[in-house]
């Protein structure tokens, strides 16, 4: 069970949430779509974060797994110029993404697949290999996408990992309060924290801003 939940934000948080603020008028409507309907996107600094990161490195190709409603690689396209290669297994959220991207015109640099992530598509293989790997799909299956994309990620891959400290629950899962489902999705994340900043091959740094990124690169 995958839930949405609002972060507590700091003032730290707050004060730079405002100068970031996008006042492009697109944007904001899928802010306000995805806030009213509690659709998770990456939050204004995880974004703008991700926009430097991409511009230092000079991306040229972007996997990201989990579409929801095409806010992250959007912007990303758009921003950097990077070719996208993006995975929706929702319909409804497939078919936002699809119109959002179209109203934007970036059919071109924005390959949408309608698939669920942990198997495989002819279209991922074909795009590979990726400089950028974004996973922000279920949370409890973050590792198995990890392996399972790895063949396809480039040499100098950058992979970020979204929500891997999931609202403070993972750091302190003892503020969970009568949810199961919560307790187990904050100790899978757990563990694929643990995994992946101990795994033999790559290195990894978290984060602590929004709801937690870990930055991948090899070793």
């Not at 912007?75 to 950097?80: D, G, P, Q, S, V």
């Not at 403070?168 to 900043?197: E, F």
């Amino acid at each position: 069970m995958e839930v949405n939940m609002v972060a507590i934000e700091s003032k730290d948080d707050l004060y730079v949430i405002d100068l970031l603020e996008d006042f492009d008028e697109f944007y904001l409507e899928l802010e306000h779509f995805a806030e009213e309907n509690r659709v998770p996107i990456i939050d204004k600094i995880g974004i703008r974060f991700l926009i430097q990161m991409l511009k230092i490195k000079k991306a040229k190709n972007l996997l990201e797994i989990g579409t929801a409603i095409g806010y992250t690689s959007i912007k990303l396209a758009e921003k950097i110029g990077c070719n996208v290669t993006t995975i929706e297994r929702d319909d409804k959220m497939y078919n936002e993404a699809k119109k959002n991207i179209e109203k934007r015109n970036l059919n071109d640099k924005i390959t949408l697949l309608h698939a669920d992530a942990l198997e495989l598509q002819d279209e991922v293989i074909k795009n590979a290999p990726y400089d950028i790997v974004f996973i922000d799909g279920a949370k409890s299956q973050s590792r198995k996408f990890f392996e399972l994309y790895e063949p396809y990620f480039a040499d100098d891959v950058v992979v970020i990992t979204d929500n891997v400290l999931f609202k403070g629950m993972v750091a302190d899962p003892s503020i969970i309060r009568h949810s199961r489902d919560l307790k187990q999705l904050s100790r899978k994340i757990n563990n694929y924290n643990t995994w992946l900043l101990s795994h033999e091959n790559y290195e990894s740094v978290i984060l602590p801003f929004g709801d937690g990124i870990a930055i991948t690169t090899r070793k």
